[in-house]
């Protein structure tokens, strides 16, 4: 069994700040990347950013400069560093692993259960 758990959502004010943790947990023996993505209603889900075992990172051009994304392999946690939010940030976030558990010998995503965010005054 594999399980992300995010924490770190909320409802913060135009220009203010957030972190989103998400961490991985179970039977894994390696992680290839982690990632946050999100869906607005009525939208399709979009990825925000990711990041490699090897710190590689890829950023929406949305995100660019204000959302940060980092990993501590030792946790097997990501990290989102989110600030300058805006309204247009509103959405739930979802974290997505890309690993390959104890055993197998292939990768498979996996995903959290979500955590809301929303940008208002």
């Known amino acids: 069994q594999v399980q992300l758990v995010e924490s770190g959502g909320g409802l913060v004010q135009p220009g203010g700040s957030l972190r989103l943790s998400c961490a991985a947990s179970g039977t894994i023996f390696s992680i290839n990347t982690m990632g946050w993505y999100r869906q607005a209603p009525g939208k399709q889900r979009e990825l925000v950013a990711s990041?490699?075992?090897?710190?590689?990172?890829n950023y929406a051009g949305s995100v660019k400069g204000r959302f940060t994304i980092s990993m501590d392999n030792a946790k097997n946690t990501v990290y989102l560093q989110m600030n300058s939010l805006k309204p247009e940030d509103t959405a739930v976030y979802y974290c997505?692993?890309?690993?390959?558990?104890?055993?197998?010998?292939?990768?498979?995503?996996?995903w959290g259960q979500g955590t809301q965010v929303t940008v208002s005054s």
């Open positions: 997505n692993a890309r690993l390959r558990r104890s055993g197998w010998t292939s990768s498979r995503d996996y």
């Open positions: 990041i490699t075992s090897s710190n590689s990172t």
